[in-house]
């Protein structure tokens, strides 16, 4: 079964400059999560879909980064303009179902995409 | 806002003893997660302990959980060299509207010496 599959891997860009991250979930998965990653810390939730509806985005700063997931299967989120703080890993995450009836389940990650933002 | 907290933040062992981390949380949760985390495969679910359950075992995994003191630990026995990693609890919250929603902890990182 494969995984689920992001790039770029690797960013390097400039402050104020833009940049967008695309993630595949593993095939029938109709929840995908992103995810920042700040070095050090564990992983912190940024938006959740249920197939292409938002579920929750209570933590992404909707001032600069937007994200979509058409048609229910891939994913891209954007960060625009950068800022130094947002350097960190982002990480894609997909499971099978995350609704109030079935909460039992696992998360699959990613590699992620380390952002640098000089 | 972090809703786990990791005790020890870091752990250095020998190879065949065993490894005790754990997770201190706040609210009142519907299951806690162990997450893996190491540059090689990238952040791996290891275990998922539901509200209602007090112990899981998985190969040389032992967790519990205490809902009382809102805690849980994560025993690895017989650690390996390929056990070196960071090693992450995540809550996710009880109640009507959370979801899939996991809240990770800080993290205890693991260095297992050959």
């Known amino acids: 079964e494969a995984g689920v599959a992001q790039s770029p891997r690797y960013k390097i860009i400039e402050k104020r400059q833009s940049v967008a991250f695309w993630c595949n979930p593993i095939?029938?998965?109709?929840?995908l999560y992103w995810y920042q990653q700040i070095l050090g810390q564990g992983p912190k939730l940024l938006i959740q879909f249920q197939n292409n509806g938002v579920v929750d985005d209570s933590q992404l700063p909707k001032d600069r980064f937007s994200a979509e997931r058409l048609k229910g299967v891939d994913s891209t989120l954007k960060i625009q303009p950068a800022k130094l703080e947002d350097s960190a890993v982002y990480l894609c995450?997909?499971?099978?179902?995350?609704?109030?009836?079935?909460?039992?389940?696992?998360?699959?990650f990613g590699p992620g995409t380390r952002l640098t933002v000089l | 806002s972090q809703q786990g907290e990791e005790d020890p933040q870091a752990l250095s062992i020998q190879e065949g003893e065993n490894a005790t981390m754990n997770c201190s949380y706040k609210?009142?949760?519907?299951?806690l997660q162990w997450y893996r985390q190491n540059s090689g495969r990238g952040l791996v679910h290891l275990i998922l302990?539901?509200?209602?359950?007090r112990e899981k075992h998985s190969g040389r995994l032992r967790v519990t959980l205490d809902t009382s003191k809102k805690s849980s630990s994560l025993l690895i026995t017989a650690s390996r060299a390929a056990d070196t990693a960071s090693y992450f609890c995540?809550?996710?919250?009880?109640?009507?509207?959370?979801?899939?929603?996991?809240?990770f902890g800080q993290g205890t990182i693991l260095t297992v010496h050959p």
């Open positions: 609210t009142s949760i519907n299951n």
């Open positions: 095939s029938g998965h109709a929840t």
């Open positions: 302990i539901r509200s209602n359950e």
């Open positions: 995450a997909s499971s099978l179902i995350g609704t109030r009836g079935s909460r039992n389940v696992e998360q699959f």
């Open positions: 995540a809550t996710l919250r009880g109640g009507g509207t959370s979801y899939g929603k996991l809240t």
